[in-house]
Nanobody, 125 residues
Framework: QVQLVESGGDLVQAGDSLKLSCAAS????????MGWFRQAPGKQREWVAA????????NYTDSVKGRFTISRDNAKNTVYLQMNSLKPEDTAVYYC??????????????????WGQGTHVTVSS
C-alpha cells in the first residue's frame, strides 16, 4: 500500500522552530521529487518547498526562504521540513506530496501523484 504519513505538527509560539517528517511506504522513494504544501483555513493549498530525487536540489516559495529547509533521507524513505522563526502566517495544515513524472519541481498541486493526510501547525503570536 502506497502511503505518505506526515508527523511533527504542533502548537508553537512565534519565533519557535518545528520539524515535520513525512514517511513514505510502498513506493520507490528515490524515484520521486518530494514537495511540501500547506493550506491555511479558507485558503487554497500552496506549494512551500521541493527537493529533487537525490536531494541535491531544493527550492522554496519566497515567504519561507531563509527560514525553512527541506531535506530527505532516501535510506529512511523520509522527507523533512525544518521550520525556523515561525510566524503566525505559517499556521496551516502541512502536506507532503510525491511527484514521479516531472523533471524538476513543480509548484502545482496537479503535478503531484501522491499526498499525505496532513499535519497541523499552529503558530500563536
Amino acid at each position: 500500500q502506497v502511503q505518505l504519513v506526515e508527523s511533527g505538527g504542533d502548537l508553537v509560539q512565534a519565533g519557535d522552530s518545528l520539524k515535520l517528517s513525512c514517511a513514505a511506504s510502498g513506493l520507490t522513494f528515490n524515484s520521486y521529487i518530494m514537495g511540501w504544501f500547506r493550506q491555511a483555513p479558507g485558503k487554497q493549498r500552496e506549494w512551500v518547498a521541493a527537493i529533487s530525487r537525490a536531494g541535491r536540489n531544493t527550492n522554496y516559495t519566497d515567504s519561507v526562504k531563509g527560514r525553512f529547509t527541506i531535506s530527505r533521507d532516501n535510506a529512511k524513505n523520509t522527507v523533512y521540513l525544518q521550520m525556523n522563526s515561525l510566524k503566525p502566517e505559517d499556521t496551516a495544515v502541512y502536506y507532503c506530496a510525491a511527484d514521479k513524472r516531472s523533471n524538476w519541481y513543480s509548484d502545482s498541486v496537479y503535478e503531484y501523484d501522491l499526498w499525505g493526510q496532513g499535519t497541523h501547525v499552529t503558530v500563536s503570536s
